[in-house]
């Protein structure tokens, strides 16, 4: 049974940093795209960051470009996003993603269940 759980999600003053992770299980996904997803309250989700299979490649929404970094350690299958000098309005449950291929094309194919954080002004 594929599996990823993210952890790290907490209550951070603004101005703060958090470091998410998302563990996969259930088979490896070195060879498949990953990105991070967040759904505010009351709004749709939406895209945050995305790296390709090996790491070299990676996209962010303007909205958190020169804060947030992605990253992954295919040895370990995890996922990592470096969220820093975070905002009030990066409140949000925040959802691992995979992709079916080796670059984020499409719709991701296996999600987890998400992890709330929460950024206090």
């Known amino acids: 049974q594929v599996q990823l759980v993210e952890s790290g999600g907490g209550l951070v003053q603004a101005g703060g940093s958090l470091r998410l992770s998302c563990a996969a299980s259930?088979?490896?996904?070195?060879?498949?795209?990953m990105g991070w997803f967040r759904q505010a309250p009351g709004k749709e989700r939406a895209f945050v960051a995305t790296?390709?299979?090996?790491?070299?490649?990676?996209y962010y929404a303007n909205s958190v470009k020169g804060r947030f970094t992605i990253s992954r350690d295919n040895a370990k299958n995890t996922l990592f996003l470096q969220m820093n000098s975070l905002k009030p309005e990066d409140t949000a449950v925040y959802y691992c993603a995979a992709y079916e291929r080796t670059f984020a094309v499409g719709t991701p194919i296996y999600w987890g269940k998400g992890t709330l954080v929460t950024v206090s002004s």
């Open positions: 790296i390709n299979w090996n790491g070299d490649s990676a």
């Open positions: 259930g088979r490896a996904f070195s060879a498949n795209a």
